[in-house]
């Protein structure tokens, strides 16, 4: 196994013969660290046109102390850096945008390669005095059993409504004003996206789940409710597409009292 020089300053004496003499010198080389690893574990929580990301430090530093990390969204290419830290916020991203984030570890040498994506986080605009409700997951959307929606799995470009408010065994109240949840995709017959919103539209601004072939993904979600405590949801995908959707709530906001 080849002898591996640890970094720092070494001083190797070279000697050269020829000609009958023997010439030796002393040499100052410094040995750099090789490249970091990769971060391992990037989560991010979605915030008001930001998002908060942590990670844990790569397995190998590459011999030499990190300085630096460097988080980057996707899409749009957002980035923070951290220092001694493992956490940053990402700023100026775009509210109702679903986000993944990468991180890459820096020292001496450079920059190392980037960690795999986050799971999706989609930031929403914050809701001034409203109170948190936190519930067990419960399922409102299941395309697959027609639950929430009666004629089954999505069709390419068709919007569709759903009652949020109101309706299971623990039911949110009429007066809830925003939800979170986890919205699902599976069973999709072509790329694309889905959009939950307020409103129905077959016109979506932005995505909330992207998505290819053959990938059961899943992404948190934080929405405002439209008239009568109901949810739009649309699949933009090629002409005649199909997918199965799934939604889950996790909680609910109630405006603030006055």
């Not at 989560?43 to 790569?58: E, I, N, Q, R």
């Not at 630096?68 to 509210?95: E, F, Q």
């Not at 409102?140 to 639950?147: G, M, N, S």
């Not at 929606?149 to 949110?172: M, R």
């Amino acid at each position: 196994m080849p002898t591996v020089t640890p970094p720092g300053l070494i001083s190797p004496r070279i000697t050269g013969v020829g000609g009958g003499l023997t010439m030796t010198t002393q040499a100052n080389l410094t040995v750099l660290p090789a490249l970091p690893g990769a971060p391992t574990a990037p989560v991010a929580t979605a915030l008001d046109a930001s998002a908060f990301v942590t990670w844990t430090p790569p397995a190998n530093d590459g011999g030499g102390a990190i300085s630096s990390y460097t988080v980057t969204s996707a899409p749009g290419g957002k980035s923070c850096t951290a220092t001694g830290a493992v956490s940053c916020i990402v700023p100026s991203l775009a509210n109702g945008t679903a986000y993944t984030f990468s991180v890459t570890a820096t020292n001496s040498s450079g920059s190392g390669s980037a960690s795999a994506a986050s799971p999706a986080v989609t930031p929403v605009q914050s809701i001034p005095g409203a109170t948190y409700f936190a519930l067990a997951p419960t399922r409102l959307v299941d395309t697959r059993i027609k639950l929430g929606l009666t004629h089954g799995a999505l069709k390419a470009g068709a919007p569709s409504t759903f009652q949020v408010t109101g309706v299971g065994t623990n039911p949110i109240p009429d007066a809830a004003i925003a939800v979170t949840g986890n919205l699902t995709v599976t069973g999709q017959t072509a790329p694309g996206y889905f959009a939950l919103t307020s409103v129905a539209t077959a016109s979506p601004r932005s995505s909330t789940l992207n998505f290819p072939v053959g990938d059961t993904r899943a992404n948190g979600v934080t929405i405002q409710l439209g008239p009568g405590g109901t949810l739009g949801l649309v699949y933009i995908a090629h002409a005649g597409a199909a997918a199965q959707a799934i939604f889950d709530v996790t909680g609910y906001f109630l405006p603030p009292p006055g």
